[in-house]
């Protein structure tokens, strides 16, 4: 009788893995210590930087969260037999969160130096940006899951869908911005990330996974047409708006129910409460997943 029900070909994928993923991650160390103006050992060891430890953490996250689910959607033996396509979709996953991280940078929190911060040991900061990192990694996953891409044709509406949530992150952002200033007697939420308050930081990771995986719950239900790019911006805009507004409706209850009589834009906002800005970052995230395992097809 065998008690060990490993086969080869699963100790050949996690060694393909493995070694897709230690290679990908000495890129990205030497990206972050360029970044950081070669000094990513000072900043972590010396400086005891907890902001560049959470951002670099993050990103080493998102490379093997990234590669573990790849391999997992592809075979061993197409990896084996056609390496290319592999190292294409590798490529291009990796592309996508990165066009991702730069949008949300450069665009839609255009007035809030995240990378500057950072090494200012500004951990706020450093939740905010791996939030959407960690976001935009999901939705990219989502989307290689929706297309399956096969082609130019099918390349290009994967493209489009990427711009069109992005433009569904920066339109939630806008409201988060909004909603913020309405109860700080119009005070800048990008401002205030840096004022390093952590539990802000905490909140906006949170909403910003959240709904992420709220997206990625919606690409879980529609139906991919082949080629039809109206049809599949159409459905794609229908199912994650519908997931987008489940997500804030959810919440809002479990809030009410879990934290009653709390003022949790006081306690996050003005009190630091990291405490109430976990509970909403569990609350977020546990929905979005809820939302995933409700509606996957």
């Known amino acids: 009788m065998s008690y060990l029900s490993l086969s080869n070909t699963s100790f050949i994928a996690i060694a393909i893995s493995f070694a897709v993923i230690c290679i990908t991650i000495f890129c990205l160390r030497v990206v972050t210590q360029i970044k950081a103006k070669q000094a990513l050992k000072d900043e972590l060891a ?89 976001a935009n990694c999901i939705i990219a996953l989502g989307l290689y899951t929706w297309t399956h891409t096969q082609g130019f044709s099918n390349l290009l509406i994967a493209c489009v869908s990427f711009f069109t949530l992005q ?23 990008q401002s205030n990330f840096n004022l390093e308050n952590t539990s802000i930081g905490i909140r906006y990771a949170g909403k910003s996974i959240g709904l992420a995986l709220a997206v990625y719950a919606g690409l879980s239900s529609a139906a991919f047409q082949n080629g039809k790019m109206v049809e ?16 804030y409706s959810l919440t809002y209850v479990i809030k009410i129910i879990s934290l009653p009589n709390i003022d949790t834009a006081l306690e996050i906002d003005h009190q630091d409460n990291i405490g109430v800005a976990c509970i909403e970052f569990a609350v977020f995230c546990a929905i979005g997943y809820l939302l995933i395992s409700m509606f996957s097809l």
């Open 46 to 134: 010396q400086h005891d930087n907890f902001a560049m430890g959470i951002s670099f953490a993050s990103e080493i996250s998102v490379v093997i969260a990234t590669i573990a689910f790849l391999f997992d959607e592809i075979s061993v033996s197409t990896a084996q037999s056609n390496p290319l396509k592999v190292l294409i979709i590798i490529v291009l996953l990796f592309t996508f969160i990165k066009v991702g991280h730069l949008i949300h940078r450069k665009w839609i929190l255009h007035r809030f130096n995240e990378e500057a911060a950072i090494l200012k040991q500004n951990v706020c900061a450093a939740l905010v940006d791996s939030g959407m990192l960690i």
């Open 167 to 189: 433009g569904m992150f920066a339109l939630d952002s806008k409201i988060r911005e909004h909603r913020f200033a309405k109860a700080n007697q119009g005070a800048s939420l």
């Open 232 to 247: 599949n911006i159409f459905t794609l805009v229908m199912h994650c708006g519908v997931m987008w507004i489940l997500l």
